[in-house]
């Protein structure tokens, strides 16, 4: 009760560690302490300092934006994996939106007290043109497949403006289904075979 969290965007529970994790949208995800008269949480992750690592088309690093999404994998207890979706966005406001601006990656998760993300891990997954609207819910489904929600990439008005969602060949304004046990060419996840639109 004696918690405060601003801009919440996310909020996830791993049962092997027994803990909940809360994401705010500034980048921080902080892990809940097991004593519920805590005065603090501890920080598991800030997004934002991992913009520092990316290199822009200009060669320096983008701004960071948002965190959307914070899942644990089902098979956490043997592979400490957790999934994270941030975004990041140009410096100049009036630049053209990055291409592939809204990012899902993958983390290990150390086995230290209290538990804490593994910047170094970090895998890019998969990505999306970044804009007003991002998506970037995360959840795994009974069938062990990750489960993303997409943005239309857009902002409010016109809504969809860049009439992605009804372009099937596009993965703005989707729910997208990937398997992350599986490498599939040269990406990290494959897709799963009884995808409807997979041709």
């Known amino acids: 009760p004696k918690l405060r969290f601003d801009k919440t965007t996310a909020l996830a529970y791993e049962p ?4 909940f994790f809360v994401g705010q949208r500034d980048g921080k995800v902080f892990v809940l302490p097991k004593d519920r008269d805590a005065a ?9 300092a991992l913009v520092a690592r990316l290199k822009g088309a200009d060669g320096k690093p983008p701004a960071f934006d948002s965190l ?9 207890a043997t592979n400490r994996f957790c999934y994270v979706c941030y975004v990041v966005r140009p410096h100049d406001r ?3 939106q990055l291409p592939e601006g809204t990012r899902v990656v993958r983390f290990r ?3 230290t007290e209290p538990p804490k993300c593994d910047v170094d891990s970090e895998e890019l997954i998969i990505s ?4 007003g609207h991002n998506g970037g819910c995360l959840k795994f489904g009974l069938d062990g497949n990750l ?4 943005g239309d990439g857009g902002v409010a008005f016109p809504p969809d403006g860049l009439n992605s969602g009804q372009d099937m060949s596009r993965l703005l304004s989707k729910v997208l289904r990937i398997d992350v046990r ?9 897709i799963p075979d009884d995808n409807p639109f997979v041709k």
């Open 16 to 19: 092997t560690l027994d803990r």
């Open 40 to 48: 603090a949480a501890d920080l598991f992750l800030d997004c934002a």
């Open 68 to 76: 959307y999404g914070l899942t644990f994998d089902p098979d956490f």
């Open 94 to 96: 009036n630049a053209p």
């Open 109 to 111: 998760v150390t086995e």
């Open 128 to 131: 999306w043109l970044q804009g």
């Open 147 to 150: 489960y993303i929600s997409t």
């Open 182 to 190: 599986r490498r599939e060419g040269d990406k990290p996840y494959a």
